[in-house]
């Protein structure tokens, strides 16, 4: 965590996310809402870092929610004390300040903003001749209600931003509006912000004031920025829906230009912090959730899930496969419908087949547990082969239990083997057993019911059911 007095190289950057977003109809802060495996607030935050700024966020509503849900992101925190408008925000904002330097002001709300929009502002701050009081980023906009409107003198010079809803007709016509981004410099805000007068009828401060200070002092300066689209605040679930398909294709795109193929984009969701390798091949439905890693060469099957997991160089998932904290090796096969959850370690040239779940347990090279079993709190040696059915039993109802199948070892379709147990090195368990007991090396398991055939049972049973049936057909009742 930076300290206050030790900003980033270039500055601070002051993230608004105070409010509550009515709009968004949630019981959820705005600012908190997931957008592809982050905080929408966390969008804007990463881009202020990118472009080399220390965030400081301005948090009100949903407080302790909005600290824990940024907190991973290493910014720093300042509370608002009272929601009286963007300047009141930023008179709280002053104590998370140093005493100079420059401060980039932005919204919460934005997670479509680029690192590089963030970069180009502060150049323009920097290289503004005189040494500029404020820098402000405006947008033309084909339809500008709602938008605050850029002022300009008869020179063209900026002298104010205006709110729409205070603007005369004529400013109403401007199609330059305010996109709510804006480069200050500390020392002067620090001494300019207390003179600030709120507005009727909220009693709020704009922030906009500030603007029209630095203009009337000479110190004002615009960047235009060619894209409004990037600017957008994010205020209902449509928005919302709005930005993640933007934010997606953006990522898919990145993706596709390092080298991955993926064969139906519009079907795919890869979320933030995903890492895929060049010449990886994303199928068709594929979910790829944050924390995921694809090595190169991998291929994934077609509506399988992955969440934080690992999938290694050269590996295959077949489709339907869910994968959850789980790791997997080079040269491994996984599924189709297989389920890897949390602590799941597949090892080097493993196979796991169709209608398979394994849960905190390791698979070592080689090993197949190619169907319909569960392997649970277990280590599967090197080579080992398990039998379709199995399933290891290791839950008591009170406690978990590990069982320990060695390296080679052979067990039947159909057992059980209740934990605490071991299999030794290349012993064979018989198919249908339910092993209680360790099994040593190199032995034979066998636990189950001696067989018995009875000659001419079975004729004899449907001869009776036959009989039953005629006599339940004749009966007049």
């Avoid at 709110?163 to 200050?184: D, K």
């Avoid at 398979?356 to 090197?382: C, F, Q």
């Avoid at 039998?387 to 039993?393: D, E, F, L, P």
Wanted: net charge negative; proline share 6%.
């Amino acid at each position: 965590m930076s300290d206050p007095s030790s900003p980033g190289p270039r500055g601070t950057a002051v993230v608004l996310a105070a409010g509550a977003g009515t709009r968004m109809k949630s019981r959820l802060s705005k600012v908190l809402q997931p957008l592809l495996g982050r905080p929408m607030a966390g969008f804007p935050v990463a881009a202020a870092q990118a472009a080399g700024l220390d965030p400081l966020v301005v948090v009100h509503h949903q407080e302790a929610q909005v600290r824990a849900g940024l907190a991973a992101d290493g910014v720093r925190f300042v509370r608002q004390e009272t929601l009286n408008g963007t300047g009141g925000a930023m008179v709280d904002a002053l104590a998370g300040l140093p005493a100079e330097g420059v401060a980039v002001v932005l919204y919460g709300d934005c997670p479509l903003l680029r690192a590089d929009t963030l970069s180009r502002l502060l150049d323009a701050h920097d290289a503004a001749s005189g040494g500029r009081l404020a820098t402000v980023v405006t947008a033309d906009a084909d339809d500008p209600t709602g938008y605050g409107r850029l002022v300009r003198d008869a020179g063209g010079e900026p002298v104010a931003i205006v709110e729409h809803g205070e603007c005369t007709p004529a400013q109403r016509a401007v199609r330059e509006v305010n996109v709510g981004l804006y480069a200050f410099d500390i020392a002067w805000m620090r001494a300019t912000l207390p003179g600030l007068e709120p507005h009727p009828p909220k009693g709020e401060i704009y922030l906009t004031d500030l603007v029209a200070a630095a203009a009337a002092a000479g110190g004002l300066s615009v960047v235009r920025h060619p894209d409004l689209a990037e600017m957008m605040g994010v205020n209902d679930k449509w928005m919302l829906c709005t930005a993640r398909r933007m934010l997606h294709e953006r990522a898919l795109e990145a993706h596709a230009v390092a080298g991955v193929t993926f064969e139906s984009p519009d079907s795919t969701v890869v979320e933030v912090d995903v890492e895929i390798g060049e010449d990886a091949v994303i199928e068709a439905g594929v979910v790829l959730r944050s924390g995921t890693r694809i090595g190169a060469g991998a291929r994934i099957g077609a509506h399988s899930v992955l969440i934080d997991s690992v999938v290694a160089p050269g590996a295959h998932i077949r489709p339907h496969s869910m994968l959850e904290s789980a790791r997997v090796a080079e040269g491994c096969v996984i599924g189709p419908y297989a389920r890897l959850r949390p602590q799941a370690d597949i090892q080097a040239g493993a196979r796991i087949g169709n209608f398979v779940e394994v849960k905190k347990s390791t698979v070592e090279p080689g090993a197949k547990v190619s169907h319909l079993s569960y392997i649970g709190d277990a280590r599967v040696g090197a080579g080992a082969n398990v039998g379709a059915g199995t399933i290891t039993c290791n839950y008591d109802g009170y406690a978990k239990h590990r069982t320990d199948i060695g390296a080679g070892a052979f067990i039947g379709s159909n057992t059980a083997l209740v934990a605490p147990v071991t299999v030794g090195e290349g012993a064979l368990v018989g198919a249908g057993s339910t092993i209680t007991g360790d099994v040593p090396a190199d032995a034979l398991g066998v636990a189950r019911g001696r067989q018995a055939n009875h000659p001419g049972w079975a004729a004899r049973f449907r001869a009776q059911r036959a009989a039953a049936k005629a006599t339940q057909n004749q009966d007049p009742s």
